[in-house]
């Protein structure tokens, strides 16, 4: 039997072989690359046509074509690619041999004086052009790779740049950059080269989850600056470039809908917002007004569940050339309403016990529930006019607005599960706006002498009205009564105003020196006011009242009328103003075809000062600062062959401190630390050296290797650590010891390496980035110990890395990409190491991050030429973030034991959940 059946498979392998030979010897297969007749960079997805077969093929992400199977003869390709003249091919394949053709394309795009309108088709082409040909060092993320990938903010985008990681909002979104293991105030974020201002009144860092990623042409990462640029960025500058008019009518829409599944195991607690007052008493009747109870609404405080809520995401752009192609316009849109979530489990401190000296002390263990419903509104236009062939005029517009309605339920317990049970339901409505306008014209004034200005005007504002905490609590927790406590209400905003020119002049005496010089004027100011106020329970003859419904609850101001005046008078009120002169010079010179050198140096003056409301018998009410900077640069670029660089670069980079930084403050005084809480008008601005050296070899566009190693040194860096206002060493003798902003005494440094590889195969592909990063600096800290039952308080210094720091920044993405049927798939992991999160004034109790791993998903089908379909899926894997103490856990052992403290050698300050985000649409297409 077993032989009957071996019969037959030998002989259908057999046959099938003999089968096999006489096809390949009746045909054969066909190779082909097509790329750029300038660069030769591959056109991936460029359409290939055989004439005579009809076949229809795609070039693949390794930039090549394949036939398998063409009988010997003579044939005409027709290839394709938007942007490009259509180009036909003819070829002979030849029997017994390996047919290759290669095929080079011509762009079609118009090239209008000094603008260049090129198609989103090219998006990753030119990102990768940006990246070799740049005279500084920078990481480009194109339109395409943010429209595929799987985030929808400029924040969480920038995750997945090389060397940079984000610290996160509350809601889990990324806020802030981290470049290069220096945290933002290093940093600034830019529109078209134009630095933007914050509406956070105690930073200047952008809050990068107000831009949503569908109006982003590209991002630029720039590590190290040429001197055309601004100055105020030693770790780097992110710079948004904006969507702008294409050469030919185009559309795009996209709408999608998803969730949270944070809102599969609970609901979403929500509120009205309807019946907030913006304003505060205080605002609206003037400072020295006493507040009534009816002045306060609480009607907000009416929750409303929402089971399973849906999240909507919306955009829409338009553009085109009109009057014969002089006027350029692009209008766009975007809209995200947004439903997030968030557990928390949370160990309130209390600084550090005294014996055994400096052991972590802690209160009670916190749960939160938070709910979060944000709204994101961005809206832009951008117009191009040809005025001559030789001048022509920008003119941008932008709006963004940011609405997150905050409710958080905590749970507060006091460790060791005894004793009162006390409630805060916070309702916070938080709006965010930034308007920025820019006009700019480009001239060619003689052959060789060309000029182009900008006049800018960009205003970030912040409001949170009448955040209000209701304040609850169990006697027990057995207790089935609830009983109200108080009902703090706050009210703050700020707005922030910049005013910004420049000019720029480049001349180009011969085709190998360009000397460009320039300068900008800036001009800031900044308003931020505070108010708050302290309702108490009250109920006649009786200390404690059963609350039921916030409607039926009972307040009054306790003591009155203190508590019902509203407090104006701290660090948080306050007006400032800042003032910015720049000029630079710098030579750009080809010594060879392969040696290109940039020299020069910029100038800059800073002038800085503020009114405070603190009281005028405290010192630093007012403060005025100016300085002076002069701050070279030298880049260095040998080119091996027209793909692979060599760069080697030198600049000089400074950090301004922030206005609310130099601003003194007489509260938050933590009575067992001996310290108050305060800004510091004795604070320097922070300068660095900072070299770069990288290889470059971009094969395609999308093979390429960047390696490159990177080293500062910061002098004044800006920390915080203890600190006296008059200048004296400090000591257990000082009665005024304040912990804060603070320049350590030695320069701090900050080194590493950075990675970037990218590899395709066909259809399939793979990209990521490994940067290691290494820092010290030195700060005074504080050990509290004691002395035959006294508390005695010592200091001293310790180096540890830089806050935000982390040792590894990791990358990965598996991709998939079938151009023929419109397939897109990416599976992405971005793993950040273990980072100090909360720098403390106490030795050895700073506050670390655990490393994380998060995973994402993202796929796009296309349906027809102009509908697609797309799915996007964040934190995969439920990856939540850890906070720890690196201290023996004193925590162990309490009854019943505590959530989360297991490891002896750590204590778990906070866990952070978000669970996952899933995200389903589609997207339409016209261009």
Known sequence: MLRLIRFPIRAFVLLSALLLIQLVSFSQSLKGKVSDVVSDEPLVGANVLVKETGQKLFVGLDGYFRINTIKPGNYTLVISYTGYDIKTEPVTISPNKANFVRVALKSSSKELTAVAVTSDSKAEFNARKLEKDAAQL?????????????????GNVLQRVSGVSVQRSSSGDGQYAIIRGLDSRYNYTSIGGVVLPSPDATQRSVPLDMFPADLIKRIEVVKSLTPDLEANAIGGATNLVMKDGPEKLTISANLSTGGNTVFTDRSFSGFSRKDINFKSPTEVHGSQYIAKISDLVTRQLNFHDVKYPLNLVAGFSIGSRLLKDKLGYMFGSSYIREYRGGNTLYYQGLGANDNPPNTPAFQNVQNRQYSFLQSRLGLQAKFNYILTPDHYLDLYGMFLQLDNNQHSHTEVDGLGGTGEIDYFDRVAFDRKNMAHGSLAGHDKITKILHADWMLSYSAAKATTPDQV???????????????????????????????????????????????????????????????????????????????????????????????????????????????????????????????QVIAGVREETTNQDYTSMISPALPGKTGHFQYTDILPGLHLKYGFTDK????????????????????????????????????????????????????????????????????KRITNPIEYSTFTLNGSSVSANNVDVRYGPTNPTAAATNYGFEL??????????????????????????????????SPVVTFVNQTRPLQGQADHIGNLSLLFKDSRSGFDAQLSLVYTGKRISVVSPFLDLDTWQRASTQLDFS?????????????????????????????????????????????????????????????????????
């Open 138 to 154: 920078l990481n480009v993320v194109s339109a395409k790779a943010i429209e595929l990938s799987p985030d929808i903010t400029a």
């Open 469 to 595: 905490d209701l304040e609850t609590y169990r006697e027990t927790k057995a207790s089935q009564a609830l009983y109200l406590s108080n009902l703090p209400s706050r009210w703050s905003h700020s707005h922030d105003i910049d005013k910004s020119v420049y000019l720029n002049f480049k001349l180009t005496p011969g085709k190998k020196v360009e000397i460009t010089a320039g300068g900008m004027y800036r001009t800031k100011d900044r308003t931020a006011y505070y108010n708050d106020y302290l309702e108490s329970s009250a109920e006649a003859n009786s200390p404690k009242q059963q609350f039921t419904t916030i409607g039926n609850a009972v307040f009054s101001f306790i003591p009155y009328p203190a508590a019902a005046q509203g407090d104006t008078t701290n660090e948080n009120n306050y007006t400032a103003h800042e003032k910015v002169y720049a000029a630079y010079a710098e030579a750009k010179i080809l010594f060879s075809s392969k040696l």
């Open 644 to 711: 692979e660089n060599l760069r080697l670069s030198y600049f000089a980079g400074i950090s301004r401190p922030t206005l609310y930084d130099l601003i003194p403050s007489s509260n938050s005084t933590d009575l067992a630390a001996l310290y108050t809480t305060s800004g510091n008008y004795n604070l320097k601005h922070a300068s660095a050296d900072n070299i770069d050296l990288r290889y470059d070899n971009f094969f395609s566009s999308t093979d390429y290797v960047l390696a490159g190693v990177f080293y």
């Open 756 to 789: 970037v590889v990218s590899k395709y195969f066909g259809k399939f592909g793979i990209s990521g980035n490994y940067s290691y990063t290494h820092s010290t600096v030195t700060t005074l800290k504080e050990i509290l110990g004691n002395n035959n039952g």
């Open 859 to 927: 796929l796009t089908k296309r349906i027809n030429p102009h509908f697609s379909f797309f799915c996007k899926a964040t934190n995969l894997l439920n990856n939540k973030v850890y906070q720890d103490i690196l201290h023996q856990n004193n925590l162990i052992g309490f009854p019943g034991g505590l959530k989360g403290q297991t490891n002896p050698a750590r204590i778990l300050i906070q866990q952070d959940e978000f669970r996952q985000t899933i995200l389903l649409g589609f997207r339409y297409k016209l261009q």
